[in-house]
């Protein structure tokens, strides 16, 4: 049974076939929890997912000695080089197709990996593109495209630095991991656009008085808004909302499928990831089936908003 860290550490290690990985129960534990029917279970048939405890063991410190560019590794294989949303390249131009971008626009980008996706959107729509991203300077920027039309700078969520009046659109992705108000964040947003300008959100909100404290850990992120902090917020920056659609169930199975289809890449290499990898791997996998699990259970939500700044009145 693989039911600590040191255990999962040293399955992963060794050759394929020898014995299951976490990774192999991750994936078969989620595609059981998307079932249809899955709601008429019973509390004896069902399986939960395999969650490996925390434990002063020697595979706990080895993941605890994961560095965060240690886990970017992954996060490159999973989703692309630099993107951080599952789906990768695929899921953000389906976003910024929700857009009327041109050329000649200027796209304000910022959230997680906003870098990386500002390259995927400027090579794709040929538009410009101001990345304010939460990950760090040193993290993989701008992939594709002309990197002369994607901007980088820092997001800071406490006091976003937009230039005011400037940008036609706005892409926000998960721009409240690291923190921030709804109402600076979005007031900020908006003081950015001109009008008629429009914004899509994509971020999870808590629908929970106390979000888990170990899945805030394994993400290194800080709790997300109340789930009706969010339409208010927009409300009050002056946006309309057009649109409010539940991408939980899409990001689940986007998740599973990136997760199938790196575990297939792993057993068809010759080599197997050294311990510190396969650490970071824990880690990684770990965070994803905790978030599966809270959106399975109704206590996170991953939503997907639309709207338009409102025309002012002179």
Not at 1 to 14: C, D, F, Q, Y
Not at 125 to 131: D, I, K
Request: hydrophobic letters at 45%; a positive charge; one cysteine or more.
């Amino acid at each position: 049974m693989l039911n600590s860290p040191s255990a999962i550490v040293e399955a992963i290690t060794r050759p394929w076939g020898t014995q299951d990985s976490l990774l192999r129960r991750t994936i078969a534990s989620g595609a059981r929890l998307l079932r249809p029917g899955r709601a008429a279970e019973t509390a004896a048939t069902r399986v939960e997912p395999v969650v490996p405890p925390v434990a002063d063991s020697a595979g706990a410190e080895a993941s605890r000695a994961a560095a965060p560019f240690d886990r970017a590794i992954w996060s490159n294989r999973l989703w692309g080089e630099g993107m951080t949303l599952p789906g990768g390249a695929e899921e953000v131009l389906r976003l910024s197709a929700l857009l009327p971008l041109a050329p000649e626009h200027t796209l304000l980008l910022a959230g997680l990996g906003a870098r990386a996706a500002g390259g995927v959107v400027s090579g794709a729509r040929g538009c410009f593109v101001a990345a304010h991203d939460l990950l760090p300077p040193e993290a993989p920027g701008p992939g594709r495209g002309s990197s002369r039309r994607v901007t980088s700078a820092a997001l800071a969520p406490e006091a976003p630095d937009f230039r005011l009046g400037y940008h036609h659109h706005a892409l926000l992705l998960e721009p409240f991991r690291r923190g921030g108000a709804p109402e600076g964040l979005l007031r900020a947003t908006a003081a950015a656009l001109r009008d008629g300008g429009e914004v899509v959100l994509l971020d999870l909100v808590s629908c929970d008085d106390a979000p888990e404290s170990r899945w805030l850990h394994a993400e290194a992120r800080r709790p997300p808004p109340p789930d009706a902090a969010l339409p208010a917020a927009l409300e009050q920056a002056g946006f309309r909302i057009h649109v409010v659609e539940d991408a939980g169930p899409r990001q689940q199975r986007a998740v599973l499928q990136g997760w199938a289809s790196l575990l297939a890449a792993l057993r068809s290499q010759e080599t197997r990831p050294a311990p510190r990898e396969a650490a970071a791997l824990v880690l990684e996998a770990e965070a994803w089936l905790l978030r599966l699990r809270l959106l399975r259970e109704g206590r996170l939500r991953l939503l997907r908003w639309h709207a338009t700044k409102r025309r002012t009145v002179v």
